[in-house]
């Protein structure tokens, strides 16, 4: 029977963890993702979980150490943000490589420098390329409801890659919502055990992790995590399906709000998605066919499910929480971009950038927003590149 509780969404996070009950967590503690391993601590101390807590002295120290307990066949997990995940960078990699389905809660937060320890999404976005699966959650309950679907989509056996739960540093990690909880014993029997089919301490099957690999072998290496990403969809999508039977809560890798009849859309992810929902009820109230298209999947990256959404607008603005410095754009944009251009999209694509280091996004920047698109359209010209919403030029 479902239980409802007011959580915040470190809490729900460390929750869904301690239902989990993973053999292995080493964790470092950084603002705002501390409170996961502290409250973790607690269930460890007081014997609610089995786990084996590693407190280690730096982020890089938890993931080797996440490695290190995965490769051996137990199930590790970890949390990080910001500057943390930028000390892990080494080893994320060796993670993704060794194809070792390690569970890791991001609590994003904006990186230095400047120094500031408030949302947005370049620390993900930095790690985008690293073979990790990257979901992110709008809310409390999306960021618990992924944890309790992790392990199911990177321990399955045609995808065995790590993956990222995302949430809003502050915005969801420390703000407290209504939530709907599961069973433990539910949680126990949708994760289930742990059983990989390789790991070091199979006595009867030996095997080497991580050796270094000549030209001869490291493409086909890679070649591999590239077909396990491949899967990820499918998976993902049959894992969400099994969650809404159990849970009544559906979801799928993207979500698509008020979009039956757009003509202008506007792409985004995690918490501000929430915003710019009620946003988008004010100007359908006034006559506006807008939607929004939520990006909850970002690596890999959703492209048919993203373009088909797309697929009968006039104009759409793509919101990124993160800066590239290309010159061209945000992360977001330039996949969308691309999978609007494999689609023969004939959609004008703007791209905006907004919520650097903890900025709100505003109803007046939503305005500035839609304003821009109908001009597009109506002049069928794109007036510049990308934009800032809200900064003092």
Known sequence: MAKRDRLSGNE????????INPDVMPAFPITPSTEIPQYFSTFVANGRVDTEFIPVESEHSAMSAAIGA?????RALTATSSCGMAYMWEELHVAASDRLPIALALVNRALTGPININADHSDGMGARDCGWIQIYSENNQEAYDNFVMAYRIAEHKDVRLPIMICQDGFITSHAVENITLLEDEEVKNFVGEYNPENYLLNEKRPMALGPYSVTNYYMEARRGQAEGMRHVPEVAREVMKEFAALSGRHYDLIESYRMEDAEYAIVI??????????????????????GIVKVRMFRPFPAEDVAKALSNVKAVAIL????SFSNQGGPLAAETAQALFRARSRAYALNYIYGLG?????????????????ATVQSGAYSGGYKYLGVRE
């Open 320 to 323: 990124d929480r993160a800066e």
């Open 269 to 290: 992810m995690s918490s501000a998605a929430g915003t710019a929902k009620a946003y988008v009820d004010e100007l359908r109230e006034n006559g506006e066919k807008v």
């Open 70 to 74: 995965s490769a051996a066949g137990a």
């Open 12 to 19: 729900a996070v460390a929750i869904a963890m301690r239902q």
């Open 358 to 374: 903890g900025r709100d996004l505003l109803k007046e920047h939503i305005t500035q927003v839609l304003a821009d698109l109908k």
